[in-house]
């Protein structure tokens, strides 16, 4: 057992020995004194320890404090890892709490108040002062009745501890997390829980204020937002938990004094609000942070905290710290995702008289980022061009891959007027070169308007499945032609180019082929699903086309992204009906 870290001076102590001197300066105290070696064994004791304690002077001398007198609730001895005088013994500081147990030499169990400090006790030697005081009646067969089942065993201990970890770490959702751990210390340890959390400009947010009535749970929004700062050296117990200093037992005469803060101020209004008579206030500690502090309160359970129960909720708020981090870093990991893919993939550009929409999902169980992707914009010489790809992987670096194909697609397909084989081969050339690429498809294609309503498709595939077209009456086909290998191969055939005119009222769907493949089906059975609900969809608006296609077809393990880009002709004339509400329904 580590001795304590610093020294408060008592006096000097040079000439009789230390036991003699020390018993003297101990018996002018006017309460239960005594004091303990760096190991934590009784060096000297006043008699008026003796007496609330039951035990001789002589029979205190030598022994374990901690083994001799720590008791919980329930006259069962306390785990050293679970005694809050021996956490503060350890660390060598001064501490205080309202209520503990002892165990008398009688076999009665003495609740307590003590306070404990650093003591200097002659010859260069460094030990710790308790003084410590009745707090209440003694218990002599049990717990009083009034406070039966207000402490947990320690086998509900571990498992509480365990169920935590269990809840806790299984989302990564702060909201859902916060959520979570209200429920497992509500009703089961408080009344009450309030959770202050640090945002990530330092900015303090109270994030729930939570009450428990049996099974149901009442939020008080009114006492929820944002927080005053927090003060640098204000010794209030949630000002020094925010500072991750230390976890304090507080109640209502805490916050009655002179407030130092302005957090001071919210505190007497919690407690005013809440009627708490008692509360413990424990720091939300990451590995790198502080994160926060967990507040329990009690107001109908009658027991109050005591310092022997911040050991647990410090474990659980630990718990809880760990699992708050992981979610933030989720969560932030995820909005640079979501806002970096929002960049990659463009926007639709406008083509007269012509629907285009577009949708991208990402893998569910990786980043919102990969290597799937769609394109649509305008050729120099009018005509729309086309593209779905499909960059091996989905994660930051296959999005990295995409955005390079993409931009050099762009700028072959503007530069030079060609057929989309002509483009796809010098972009074969220049992915062996200049990109990391080691593996892509896509469907390349050239959209023209022609006469009479028709629109001119002209397309080339390099590895990617082929992209499907739909009559208005509902009759699917896909076009298969222009088929080559994939993207970036060296040494292959010529790539080639097929056409096909799209009549008016046609729709066109380019995918991924997350679409359609799925574990313990072939190809052809995906290629097969999705033209016959494309099919039954065709009559639907193109946005509502889109959106039910996906939810139909995207296999429920799908463990990939999905790029899909849909696009439908009007009919004849711009004022046909179908066109006209289409256009109005802004889709």
Not at 39 to 53: D, M
Not at 114 to 137: C, D, K, M, N
Not at 375 to 380: E, K, M, R, W
């Amino acid at each position: 057992m580590a001795g304590p870290k610093h020294t408060e001076q008592a006096g000097a102590s040079s000439g009789p020995t230390v036991p003699t001197e020390l018993a003297a300066r101990l018996e002018a105290i006017g309460t239960g004194a005594y004091v303990v070696d760096a190991q934590g064994c009784i060096v000297a004791a006043n008699a008026r320890a003796a007496a609330l304690l039951a035990r001789p002077v002589e029979r205190l001398i030598g022994q374990d404090a901690h083994d001799l007198l720590h008791r919980d609730l329930h006259g069962q001895p306390i785990a050293r890892t679970q005694c809050a005088m021996r956490h503060a013994f350890l660390e060598g500081c001064p501490a205080q709490a309202d209520r503990d147990y002892f165990a008398r030499g009688d076999g009665v169990l003495l609740p307590i108040g003590w306070h404990i400090t650093p003591y200097y006790v002659g010859q260069e030697l460094t030990g710790t002062l308790v003084l410590f005081h009745a707090s209440g009646r003694t218990v002599t067969s049990g717990p009083p009745v009034e406070e039966a089942g207000a402490s947990l065993s320690e086998l509900e201990r571990l498992a509480l501890l365990a169920e935590t970890t269990t809840q806790l770490t299984s989302t990564l959702d702060v909201e859902e997390a916060l959520d979570r751990l209200v429920r497992l210390v509500v009703p089961r340890l408080a009344d009450w829980a309030v959770i202050d959390l640090i945002t990530e400009r330092d900015e303090v947010w109270r994030s729930a204020v939570v009450h428990g009535e049996g099974d149901r749970l009442t939020h008080l929004e009114e006492l929820q937002g944002p927080m005053p700062p927090i003060p640098d050296e204000s010794p209030m117990p949630l000002s020094r938990a925010l500072r991750g200093v230390a976890s304090t037992v507080a109640g209502p005469h805490t916050y009655q004094g002179e407030p130092d803060s302005g957090i001071a101020v919210e505190q007497r209004r919690l407690f005013e609000a809440t009627g708490m008579h008692s509360a413990a206030i424990v720091p939300i500690r990451s590995t790198r942070e502080v994160l926060g502090a967990l507040t329990l309160g009690r107001t109908d359970k009658p027991l109050p905290f005591a310092t022997a129960d911040l050991p647990l909720l410090e474990d659980i708020a630990r718990r809880a710290g760990l699992a708050l981090d992981n979610a933030r870093l989720y969560q932030r990991q995820r909005k640079v995702a979501e806002t970096m893919q929002k960049h990659l993939l463009p926007q639709m550009p406008h083509v007269p008289h012509l629907r285009m929409t577009v949708r991208y999902l990402p893998a569910p169980h990786a980043s919102q980022v990969g290597g799937d992707w769609y394109d649509a914009f305008p050729l120099s010489d009018g005509a729309t061009a086309l593209a779905v790809g499909d960059v091996v992987g989905h994660d930051l670096e296959a999005a990295a891959g995409m955005a390079q194909v993409r931009n050099m697609l762009r700028a072959y397909a503007w530069s030079q007027q060609d057929p989309p084989s002509r483009v796809v081969e010098r972009l074969d050339r220049a992915v062996q070169y200049i990109t990391e690429v080691t593996m892509a498809t896509l469907l390349f294609a050239r959209l023209e308007r022609m006469e009479a309503g028709h629109w001119k498709l002209t397309w080339t595939n390099a590895g990617h499945p082929p992209p499907l077209m739909l009559s208005r009456d509902g009759v699917a086909e896909y076009l298969t032609g222009a088929h080559g290998i994939l993207l970036g191969s060296s040494g292959a055939a010529p790539r080639v180019d097929a056409t096909v005119t799209l009549p008016p009222g046609s729709t066109l769907v380019m995918y991924t082929d997350g679409l359609i493949e799925e574990r313990g089906l072939s190809l052809d059975e995906g290629l097969q699903r999705l033209s016959r609900h494309a099919a039954a969809l065709a009559h639907r608006p193109l946005d509502s086309f889109t959106d039910q296609l996906l939810r139909r077809v995207r296999p429920a393990d799908n463990d990939d992204d999905v790029a899909l880009l849909a696009l439908r002709t009007p009919l004849h004339g711009e004022d046909d009906p179908m066109w006209t509400a289409q256009r109005r329904s802004g889709e």
